[in-house]
């Protein structure tokens, strides 16, 4: 399906945020579903959103395409972050959002969306959130 904005700031946000699910899906071994990869990308973000001090989660946020700035942003209440939470609690609010089942569970999930994230951002983005992160959170990515 193509969408026709005849903006072309919207036209590339919508390509690079499909470029983006598509990623995710290969990751992934999905095949094409473009979906359960948006479900997963919006799951993983809230929770390292959420894990994140204010700062950090918002310059890393300045390295998502728009369209992905725009849900990573959705619900957020930069008053109650961070919240503290261990490997398994931050897993646990991975598999709130993120209903479908996924061979290598939300680990394997989190994993595919950071491989498919480095193909898009800045590479220090990611080793920047790293250091914001207790240890065995950072592991996963």
Known sequence: MTTHTEVEVFETTIQKTNSLLKDIDEEMGWGDRRKQAYAGLRAVLHALRD??????????????PMLVRGFYFEGWKPESVPKKMHREEFLEAISQQFT????????????????????HIDPR???DIKEELPKDIAALF
Do not use: C, S
């Open 100 to 119: 479908f089942a996924v061979k290598g569970g939300m680990e394997e999930l989190v994993r595919g969306v950071t491989r498919a994230l480095a193909k």
């Open 125 to 127: 983005a990611l080793d």
């Open 51 to 64: 894990r994140l001090p204010v700062t950090e989660a918002a310059n890393f946020a300045a390295q998502l």
